[in-house]
């Protein structure tokens, strides 16, 4: 059975490169397009990984890691941080949350690629 992974970016075309090359991969891809969303999408759908950004609207990808992470029910989900904001307050910030990794926009995909395959392959 093929890992899901939630999508979770306000960037129509961060969603359409991300969705691209996570099916390519052999990936099960689900999207949300805010935060609101993202929770629902994740408690719906149980993924096995969650790439946030950080600057959506409604709730952002801090408060979606905090809101998940002080759930039980998601203790073992992966959570990558894909954001514009790469300064050390943000990311520090991120990994505190709860965040397994923070990547920074604009990213490579290849480096993407295979921290998504470290972080489901350990789960």
Wanted: aromatic residues 4%; proline residues 4%; charged residues 35%.
């Amino acid at each position: 059975m093929a890992k899901k992974i939630l999508i979770a970016d306000d960037e129509p075309n961060i969603v359409i490169s991300l969705e691209f090359l996570l099916k390519r991969e052999g990936y099960e891809v689900v999207v949300a397009r805010n935060g609101v969303e993202a929770l629902v999408r994740v408690r719906a759908e149980r993924p096995d990984m969650a790439i946030l950004d950080v600057m959506m609207p409604q709730r952002n990808g801090f408060e979606v890691c905090q809101d998940l992470r002080q759930d039980p029910e998601f203790k073992d989900l992966r959570i990558m941080m894909l954001t514009a904001k790469g300064r050390d307050t943000e990311v520090s910030k991120g990994l505190a949350l709860g965040a397994d990794v923070y990547m920074t926009k604009p990213f490579s995909t290849r480096e993407l690629v295979a921290k998504v395959k470290a972080l489901i392959d350990r789960a």
